[in-house]
């Protein structure tokens, strides 16, 4: 099945995604740690790191807290 997927489409989907949750991220006070090229790793900065992170992956999220910061991807 994967080998199936127009490769360019999932990696245009995957990018939006990475677009929304750095928007809606920024919206609710999280800064994006690094301002460089799209992609689909997001890192945030929080105070809270640990605890966010803890409840991102009970939801299902893949997140890992690193020091100040969440990391998605």
């Known amino acids: 099945m994967l080998g199936s997927l127009d490769a360019a489409r999932v990696e245009r989907h995957c990018l939006d995604l990475a677009r929304q949750l750095t928007e809606q991220a920024a919206d ?3 800064q994006r740690v690094v301002s460089g090229p799209p ?6 900065r929080t105070d809270h ?3 966010l992170s803890a409840r991102l992956r009970a939801q299902g999220v893949r997140a ?3 020091g100040d910061r969440v ?3």
């Not at 992609?39 to 945030?44: M, T």
């Open 28 to 30: 609710l006070g999280y």
């Open 39 to 44: 992609s689909q790793i997001v890192v945030l």
């Open 49 to 51: 790191a640990d605890r």
């Open 64 to 66: 890992t807290a690193l």
């Open 71 to 73: 990391r998605f991807g």
